[in-house]
């Protein structure tokens, strides 16, 4: 049973920097290899790929945030990281972390919310003018 746990949302002005928090609780992690990925969902649309970081630490990004964001991951503490940096407007949403025991790359990122097999409950980031 694989649980994901985030942290760090909140509110921020535009310009400014936000680092979200992933948890992860899985028995198994030092066995497999787990793909893990953050999304975002804005109000009245579709939950979209932002970052994704493969087993070996290979990361993905999508064109819009690329530059600006940095996914992560700390194997000993179990957590996945997104630093947020110059945020806009356009990355207010509801964030949600994922993971799956196959890497998936910018195949995730296109389509992961459909393919992935766990994920957090999300948590909301407003960012202001």
């Known amino acids: 049973q694989v649980q994901l746990v985030e942290s760090g949302g909140g509110s921020a002005q535009a310009e400014g920097s936000l680092r979200l928090s992933c948890v992860v609780s899985?028995?198994?992690?030092?066995?497999?290899?787990?793909?893990f990925g953050w999304f975002r969902q804005s109000p009245g649309k579709e939950r979209d790929g932002v970052a994704i970081?493969?087993?070996?630490?290979?990361?993905y990004y999508s064109d819009s945030v690329k530059g600006r964001f940095t996914i992560s991951k700390d194997n000993a503490k179990k957590i996945v990281y997104l630093q947020m940096n110059s945020l806009k407007p356009e990355d207010t949403g509801t964030y949600y972390c994922?993971?799956?025991?196959?890497?998936?790359?910018?195949?995730?990122?296109?389509?992961?919310?459909?393919?992935?097999?766990?994920w957090g409950k999300g948590i909301l980031v407003t960012i202001s003018s």
């Open positions: 899985v028995p198994t992690y030092s066995k497999h290899k787990y793909c």
């Open positions: 994922a993971a799956d025991a196959i890497d998936g790359g910018s195949w995730y990122l296109r389509r992961g919310s459909k393919d992935m097999n766990h």
């Open positions: 970081i493969n087993s070996d630490g290979t990361t």
